[in-house]
């Protein structure tokens, strides 16, 4: 009993340091992979049908779950802002509270979310598979890029598309608040959208979209990066796919953080 209360201090201490260096080796081959891919860049703009085919996955087939739960975001968020304020302020307020939230978080957030969900776990999956089966190696034997072909598409297209489906979702879940103040609320459609005007600033919109930009930049960089990486068979490609959701949520929530205390 004794040696191990001496030694737990030293175990305390090799687990941190050795967390420590996985951190700043996990961000350093971060770094380096972005790098690789801004410098892939000119090349991929030369071949845009690699480009045009994941923005179709990322962008056009995560149309359908946005348009969900941005709608029943946004009615959730007119219900709420209705019960809260029913008996504080005018009900009238409810299209501004809805509007601002809509704009600076909800939309943004749950819109990254939700591709993420969908996004970043099939590109860790998809390329972790290639990985343990060795097609990437087989790309690298016919002199072809990995990173050009494989990661700089995809990370790219969620740079691109995710803002737009941002601006999507801000737009279904601002009507989505609509529906329920005037089916549940009673609030008549000038009244519900002179409060989304009332206190709108495109600054806002800056906002959402600098957000949204962050966030396609993180959604897909965590599947990329993880499916990259991937080693053990089966096992290791749904480690990464593990991996790559879970980053890519802590992520978006640290950046939301960053980006609302610097820009508001």
């Not at 480009?51 to 962008?59: F, K, P």
């Not at 149309?63 to 709608?71: D, N």
């Not at 993880?226 to 879970?246: D, K, L, N, S, W």
Request: aromatic share 8%; glycine share 8%.
């Amino acid at each position: 009993m004794r040696i191990r209360r001496e030694t737990l201090p030293i175990r305390i201490l090799e687990a941190v340091g050795c967390g420590s260096i996985r951190l700043a080796t996990d961000v350093g081959a971060v770094v380096v992979m972005v790098w690789r891919m801004m410098a892939a860049l000119p090349r991929l703009l030369r071949h845009p049908s690699l480009l045009l085919e994941q923005a179709d996955h990322i962008g056009v087939g995560s149309i359908p779950l946005v348009l969900l739960a941005s709608l029943f975001t946004g009615a959730v968020s007119a219900a709420q802002a209705g019960y809260q304020i029913q008996d504080y302020a005018p009900l009238s307020l409810v299209g501004a509270a809805v509007g601002k939230a809509v704009i600076l978080e909800l939309a943004p957030v749950l819109t990254a979310l939700v591709v993420a969900a969908r996004v970043s776990t099939s590109i860790a999956a998809e390329l972790g598979t290639m990985r343990v089966t060795e097609q990437v190696d087989a790309l690298e034997v016919m002199a072809i890029d990995p990173i050009w072909f494989l990661a700089a598409p995809r990370f790219f297209a969620g740079l691109i598309m995710t803002p737009v489906l941002v601006l999507l979702a801000t737009v279904i879940a601002i009507f989505g608040g609509y529906l329920v103040s005037y089916a549940t609320l009673g609030l008549s459609t000038a009244t519900y959208y002179h409060g989304v005007q009332q206190f709108f600033l495109v600054w806002d919109v800056v906002i959402n979209q600098t957000k949204a930009f962050l966030f396609g930049g993180i959604l897909t960089l965590a599947g990329v990066f993880f499916g990259y990486r991937a080693q053990g068979g089966a096992e290791g490609v749904g480690r990464a796919t593990i991996e790559a959701i879970v980053t890519a949520c802590v992520m978006i929530l640290m950046f939301d953080y960053i980006v609302a205390t610097v820009m508001m």
